[in-house]
């Protein structure tokens, strides 16, 4: 028997940012006021006597400069404290000295808890502004996670692969289950893929 793929464990904080469909900034600031908990997972870093890896909890208080609301945000931080999962305790990080370097996109949120701060305030029962046939679908929300996708990992090498990436964001964000089939995403994405391409002038 086909198993089924677990659901999705973390969300990184642009992909809320599309779900709901506000600013990064804002998710955020939500966590710094301590409203949601941001994980990441880290290579190996002394802290003092002792040395921390694998997903940890950081404070995003201090990186808020990635998400300037206004003008240009950092592209990187420094991971300067972490807080080792079910612990209590802010850790130093002592090794690099200057800090673990760290990007937005790093930044995490884990799925059970932001599930359950969906729930309470009813986010995903609030009305889209999609209308018609293409409602069923969250083409805004993949337009949003795409153009971060685009300016973070380039283009993909072939149309194929772009369309097979799109595919995948709908198998893991789709709210009803339901997944535009192939030929329904290659006929929204075409006219992308040509301006990528430089095939149609932009415009």
Same mark, same amino acid.
Request: hydrophobic share 40%.
């Given at each position: 028997?086909?198993?089924?793929?677990?659901?999705?464990?973390?969300?990184?904080?642009?992909?809320?940012?599309?779900?709901?469909?506000?600013?990064?900034?804002?998710?955020?600031?939500?966590?710094?006021?301590?409203?949601?908990?941001?994980?990441?997972?880290?290579?190996?870093?002394?802290?003092?006597?002792?040395?921390?890896?694998?997903?940890?909890?950081?404070?995003?208080?201090?990186?808020?400069?990635?998400?300037?609301?206004?003008?240009?945000?950092?592209?990187?931080?420094? +991971?300067?404290?972490? #807080?080792?999962?079910?612990?209590?305790?802010?850790?130093?990080?002592?090794?690099?000295?200057?800090?673990?370097?760290?990007?937005?996109?790093? !930044? @995490? !949120?884990?799925?059970?808890?932001?599930?359950?701060?969906?729930?309470? %305030?009813? +986010?995903?029962? %609030?009305?889209?502004?999609?209308?018609?046939?293409?409602?069923?679908?969250?083409?805004?929300?993949?337009?949003?996670?795409?153009?971060?996708?685009?300016?973070? #990992?380039?283009?993909?090498?072939?149309?194929?692969?772009?369309?097979? @990436?799109?595919?995948?964001?709908?198998?893991?964000?789709?709210?009803?289950?339901?997944?535009?089939?192939?030929?329904?995403? %290659? #006929?929204?994405?075409?006219? +992308?893929?040509? #301006?990528? %391409?430089?095939?149609?002038?932009?415009?």
């Amino acid at each position: 028997m086909v198993m089924p793929l677990p659901p999705v464990a973390f969300y990184s904080i642009y992909e809320i940012s599309a779900r709901w469909g506000c600013p990064a900034a804002d998710i955020a600031g939500w966590a710094a006021a301590g409203h949601l908990q941001v994980l990441a997972g880290i290579p190996p870093v002394s802290c003092g006597a002792e040395s921390i890896a694998g997903m940890v909890e950081v404070p995003i208080a201090e990186l808020m400069p990635m998400f300037r609301r206004f003008g240009p945000s950092d592209e990187q931080g420094r +991971l300067k404290r972490v #807080k080792p999962l079910g612990s209590a305790t802010w850790l130093n990080v002592t090794e690099p000295p200057d800090g673990l370097p760290i990007r937005s996109s790093d !930044l @995490l !949120l884990a799925a059970g808890p932001l599930q359950q701060f969906e729930e309470e %305030r009813e +986010l995903l029962r %609030r009305p889209t502004n999609n209308m018609g046939a293409n409602a069923r679908y969250d083409w805004e929300s993949m337009y949003a996670w795409l153009t971060w996708y685009l300016f973070e #990992k380039g283009v993909p090498t072939t149309q194929s692969a772009l369309i097979a @990436l799109v595919q995948d964001w709908f198998v893991q964000n789709s709210r009803t289950g339901e997944v535009p089939d192939e030929s329904t995403i %290659r #006929k929204r994405l075409t006219p +992308l893929w040509r #301006k990528l %391409r430089g095939e149609e002038p932009v415009g």
